[in-house]
């Protein structure tokens, strides 16, 4: 677990100032923007938007915790993410999931200390064709090798001067 940095509520009522009160509807959206602005729904800003629409936190608890797309633990400015489908397991996925797990020093499910990198591997994300396949950033790299991944990641540490 990754210590939640310190936010700024400012940032938060902005997002938030974007949207009517007391508009339930928009609670989906809400928790998009404010997760695009911190990269995790932070406690106080659930408790924040919570009260901007008038409903419970268990409320909004309810929804994020639904959603796999929403996060509640601090992520880093850089995810790579393994998928472990069956067409990119047989081809080699477990192997490149070791390697950015020995790369990044964390395990899958995890985010290093310094927030730059967060790994996660995932089910299956529909592009057999391309296995086996590592997102990394939102961008999809098929039929990549574990050195192909290391060197990936290598350059983007060097790229923010990362550990």
Known sequence: MTTAPKI?????????GRYPKSDARALVNILHDIQAEFRYLPEAALKETASHLGISEAQVYGVVTFYEGFH????????????????????GAPRLLEQAERDLEIKS??????????????????A????????????????????????KLRKLKKKKGSK
Do not use: W
């Open 8 to 16: 700024d509520l400012q940032r938060v009522n902005d997002v938030l």
């Open 128 to 151: 057999c064709a391309l296995g086996p396949l590592v997102i990394l950033d939102g961008e999809y790299h098929g039929h990549v090798s574990p050195d192909k991944l290391s060197r």
């Open 72 to 91: 509640l633990e601090p992520r880093g400015e850089h995810v790579c993410t393994v998928c472990m489908g069956t067409a990119c397991h047989v081809r």
């Open 109 to 126: 499910g995890n985010t290093t200390s310094d927030l730059s990198f967060t790994l996660e591997h995932v089910n299956c994300v529909g």
